[in-house]
């Protein structure tokens, strides 16, 4: 009986199941935010599985990693000097809560919106689901009535 125990644990604890749940992808999440910083979208290719869902997704955006991959270009487009900092980084399980600041200068028309060249700074949190080293699922919010508001969409 007393071996039984150690075995017993050591099986638990060796599971692919618990394997997964030990994982730490704290790390590996920063390479989605990297691709936005340097306008890199093979850096999406690494992190982002071939069945990757946006929640919820932008109007007319595709599906799986092309859809992420419009999103950068549309935004480093719109916003040249585009800055995503990461400010608090959480893991439970599989899942990886990011709290971020967004920032840029307007340069080109956003969500049909003429550029005025001003400044937006946003807070977004994304919540990044991952499956074999991929993110499989984000969930994110964008506080964008801030950033219209900065870029002066409202002014009559």
């Not at 093979?42 to 990757?52: C, R």
């Not at 995503?84 to 919106?113: H, P, Y």
């Not at 499956?131 to 506080?143: A, L, P, S, Y």
């Amino acid at each position: 009986m007393k071996h039984f125990l150690p075995l017993l644990l050591a099986l638990m604890f060796c599971s692919p199941i618990h394997a997964e749940k030990m994982k730490t992808y704290k790390k590996d999440v920063t390479i989605w935010y990297e691709a936005f910083n340097k306008n890199d979208s093979t850096l999406l290719d690494k992190i982002l599985s071939e069945n990757w869902v946006d929640i919820p997704p932008a109007p007319g955006q595709p599906s799986g990693p092309a859809g992420a991959k419009q999103i950068l270009v549309e935004l480093t487009k719109t916003f040249p000097d585009l800055k995503v900092t990461i400010q608090d980084v959480l893991q439970e399980g599989n899942k990886v809560v990011v709290r971020s600041e967004i920032s840029g200068t307007q340069k080109a028309s956003f969500m049909g919106f003429p550029s005025k060249s001003r400044k937006l700074v946003i807070q977004a949190i994304d919540i990044h689901e991952f499956k074999d080293g991929k993110i499989i699922r984000t969930w994110h919010t964008e506080d964008w009535m801030t950033g219209f508001h900065q870029l002066d969409v409202f002014a009559k």
